[in-house]
């Protein structure tokens, strides 16, 4: 039998300042989530995004749990932040990094942003070489891909499933495959087609 390839897994940021963000910051929120965030200890980052962004990033966590297969002794998946680089999912958040992360654009010609990523890819892509390395994220815009490929060349590969799909239909797709225990086929990031015709909606799931 073939070994399977070591492989890690990047996931996009949730909008941190988007409507369900600001409710973890509004003053009188009362979830149970925003009251961990306003502690000293924090929460989740992941379980933080998993809140913010929904279905999306919580398809993201969980495919990359269910899916990584990193080096011993390293971290299977890596948050990009919009001003702390790289983080596990299981570093904590407060609020005040909530908004810190809220007033910085993830945008490649934000300096905030592409110095502490493009630090700890380089601090981490030596320990990477013999990994695979899977975006999990919009392939077609400029804000990852412009910073990743450079760096990993063609280590880093995405779900090619993902061309053409909305962020709804990237989570539910990553859900269903978690579910199923399918992992999904990967192409290169690097020369790949990153722009196409909207798929067909997913399937129901047989009850």
Same mark, same amino acid.
Do not use: N
């Given at each position: ?8 897994? *990047? ?31 924090? @929460? ?10 929904? *279905? ?18 390293? @971290? ?12 596990? %999912?299981?570093?904590? /958040? ?13 945008? %490649? ?30 392939? @077609? ?9 450079? =760096? ?10 993902? =061309? ?8 539910? *797709? ?9 992992? /999904? ?6 020369? @790949? ?12 799931? %047989?009850?």
């Amino acid at each position: 039998m073939t070994p399977q390839r070591f492989r890690v897994f *990047l996931l996009s940021p949730a909008d941190c300042s988007g409507t369900r963000a600001r409710q973890l910051q509004s003053d009188g929120a009362d979830h149970d989530l925003a009251r961990r965030l306003r502690g000293e200890a924090g @929460a989740p980052l992941g379980e933080t995004f998993a809140f913010v962004s929904s *279905l999306y990033f919580r398809g993201k966590l969980a495919y990359a749990r269910a899916f990584a297969r990193p080096p011993a002794g390293l @971290a299977g998946a890596h948050v990009i932040t919009p001003c702390d680089g790289l983080r596990p %999912p299981e570093s904590r /958040l407060t609020l005040r990094d909530l908004k810190r992360y809220a007033g910085v654009p993830v945008d %490649p010609d934000e300096k905030r942003y592409t110095r502490p990523l493009l630090r700890d890819l380089r601090a981490l892509a030596p320990a990477w070489a013999e990994a695979e390395v899977v975006l999990l994220g919009s392939v @077609a815009s400029r804000k990852y891909a412009d910073l990743l490929t450079p =760096v990993l060349g063609d280590r880093l590969l995405f779900p090619s499933d993902f =061309v053409g799909r909305g962020d709804m239909s990237r989570g539910g *797709l990553m859900l269903r495959s978690v579910q199923e225990g399918r992992e /999904l086929p990967y192409v290169p990031l690097l020369g @790949a087609e990153r722009h196409g015709p909207r798929p067909a909606r997913l399937a129901p799931l %047989p009850r």
